[in-house]
């Protein structure tokens, strides 16, 4: 069956940290692949998505991702966070099977300290 | 664009009343999502449409729940009658065609149900 999968439930880093959330995909083919932000209160902002070609996609807000083919993995990217960071990170995935719908990992919730 | 617009953004209602959620999608976007967001499932898609035609709505957790998408620029999600378990965030994305292209989401209506 198709899945999504991000591990961590929340992340805490330091302001200024490197970051990096991790997402995994359950497919037998390449899927579309997405990250979304969500800040308290507001609706899912898009980051970034992967379709083809290069495997490292660069999103807005200095983010990035990659996708490892061979790991099956899209997991985000950031050198430096910054407190203004702080949200709920999902991955979501498009299958190449006629749906036009996304499947949402479960979130990873990201706190960031001074 | 002023994006996707959902009314009212909060609702507070007694149980056993009917509750209408209320989305305008970006304009010239064909596909149309309802998504409800709780802690304990996350995101999960009720139903979407295309070009005013509901496509899927396997998400739909049961007869009390009813959606409409009447013309290109509008569309409600019906609950009749409302129960406490359907307190939630509910979300309107909406996406031109294909799969690839981004879902813009709207603020979400944050429902509850006494």
Request: aromatic fraction near 12%.
């Amino acid at each position: 069956a198709q899945s999504v999968t991000q591990p961590d439930i929340h992340i805490t880093v330091s302001e200024g940290a490197s970051l990096e959330l991790r997402c995994n995909y359950s497919y037998g083919a390449t899927p579309y692949l997405f990250w979304y932000v969500q800040s308290p209160g507001q609706g899912l902002q898009l980051l970034l998505k992967y379709f083809s070609g290069d495997t490292l996609v660069q999103g807005i807000k200095g983010f990035e991702a990659e996708f490892k083919r061979s790991q099956s993995s899209f997991n985000l990217r950031k050198p430096s966070v910054h407190w203004s960071d702080a949200a709920e990170y999902f991955c979501a995935v498009g299958f190449q099977t006629g749906a036009n719908n996304l499947f949402f990992g479960t979130g990873t919730r990201l706190t960031v300290i001074p | 664009d002023a994006g996707v617009i959902q009314s009212p953004r909060h609702e507070v209602t007694e149980m056993g009343q009917e509750v209408t959620l209320r989305c305008k999608p970006i304009s010239g976007h064909d596909y149309l999502f309802w998504y409800r967001q709780t802690m304990m499932r996350g995101l999960e898609l009720l139903i979407y449409f295309n070009n005013n035609v509901p496509i899927d709505d396997s998400g739909m957790p049961e007869d009390r729940f009813s959606a409409k998408m009447p013309n290109a620029s509008f569309s409600t999600l019906k609950i009749q009658p409302s129960e406490p378990r359907d307190s939630a965030v509910y979300f309107c994305a909406s996406s031109r065609p294909p799969l690839q292209e981004t879902q813009y989401f709207g603020p979400g209506t944050r429902l509850l149900v006494l």
